[in-house]
């Protein structure tokens, strides 16, 4: 089954390859702070945010199951996304049972391959299980759509070629939903994109506002078109994601913030601003893969010259 979308701003849904629907815009939790989590996740769900993103390797996951819980929002309109740590990938039952008494809940609407990585459980996380990689730890997660624990099941920081192997495995007899990969206007990564709507495969934008560090932060083609549609560079990032098809998970624990991103109604870009957003030159990764014991990003776009790509 293809992917497909509908709506515009907020209420923009993206229906996978599964047939589920997926709110287009959610509140990302990387990074943040405890006791920040919490009143975000509420705070965010009070706004009209129903898609929250979330993973064990977090260690958040309780404080965004209470959040779910003090906003009053029913669990039934609420899309929630984990991810299978990277020490868990031989443990995928344990795995998810861990994350779902966490966030206190019976079942998770998507359960992401965090990385295609699979590491030992020690404190260093430097050495790769020999003997087992990512497709057998989709072969795993593939039966937990048969328990009721799992709505959808996908991957994450997975390049083309990561997916054409699982993809090509004898195993492999579900489709990823999604593929959650690094995606703003300095990491466009078409050639993903196109290859993985190809193969009825939706994907979310982590770290789609770029990072203050970013390129993005300075870039004088953002801030002109922003200035012009009397939005803000923030804004206008995540419209121009979500008008490529991508649904985005801005990360944020200010309440403002929270609130100015979910502002983008009436907000729309044209072909040319589009275009020319995707026309940046600069290449920057605010993700890399170096505290890996192995390399998952090569530069198969072909566009960042030193910088790995999706």
Known sequence: MTTSQSGKGTKTVFTL?????????????????????????????????????????????????????????PRSEIWLTTKLDNTWHKRVQEGIDSSLKSLGTDYVDLYLMHWPSSTFDDEK????????????????????????????????????????KLLKDP????????????????????????????????????????????PLAHDKTLQKIAEAKGKSPQQVMLVWNLQRGASVIPKSVTKSRIESNFQIDGLELTSEEMQTLSSIPDRFKVCGDAWLPIKVFFNEEGDGGKTPSH
């Open 171 to 214: 195993s492999c007899k579900v489709v990823p939903a999604v593929n959650q990969i690094e995606l703003h206007p300095n990491m466009p990564s078409p050639k993903t994109m196109a290859f993985c709507k190809e193969k009825g495969i939706h994907c979310t934008a982590y770290s789609c506002l770029g990072s203050t560090d970013s």
């Open 17 to 73: 390859n599964t047939g589920a629907k997926m709110p287009g815009i959610g509140l990302g939790t990387w990074q943040s702070k405890p006791n920040e989590v919490r009143e975000a996740v509420k705070h965010a769900l009070q706004t009209g945010y129903r898609h929250i993103d979330t993973a064990l390797a977090y260690g958040n996951e309780n404080e965004v199951g209470q959040g779910i819980k003090d906003s009053g929002v």
């Open 125 to 164: 996380r430097d050495k790769h299980e020999e003997g087992w990689d990512f497709r057998d730890t989709w072969r795993e997660m593939q039966k937990l759509l048969d328990t009721g624990k799992v709505k959808n099941i996908g991957v994450s920081n997975f390049v083309i070629s990561n997916l054409e």
